[in-house]
C-alpha cells in the first residue's frame, strides 16, 4: 500500500520528521514544496486503494506507518 494522510496532521508530522530535513524541501515560503507530496495531495484519495499504485513507490506504506519518501535525502546540519 501507498503512503496516507488522512488528514493535514497526519501530513504535517511527516513533513516534520522527513521532508523539512530533506534536500529537496526549499525554505522559500513562496514555493509549494516537494513534488512527491504535491502528487500525494493530488492523487491520494484516487490511487489509496490500488496494490499497484505509483505513489507506492515513492512514499511506501507498511501497515498503518508512513515509510521514508524514496527521494529523501538528508540535507547537511549546518
Known sequence: ????FSNSTENEDYKEQYCYHCIHCSDDP?????????LHWIYNYDECNKKDSFLNVL?????IINE???MFIQREKG
Open 1 to 4: 500500500m501507498m503512503a496516507y
Open 30 to 38: 513562496e514555493d509549494d514544496g516537494c513534488p512527491i507530496m504535491f
Open 59 to 63: 512514499i511506501p506504506r507498511d501497515g
Open 68 to 70: 521514508e519518501c524514496t
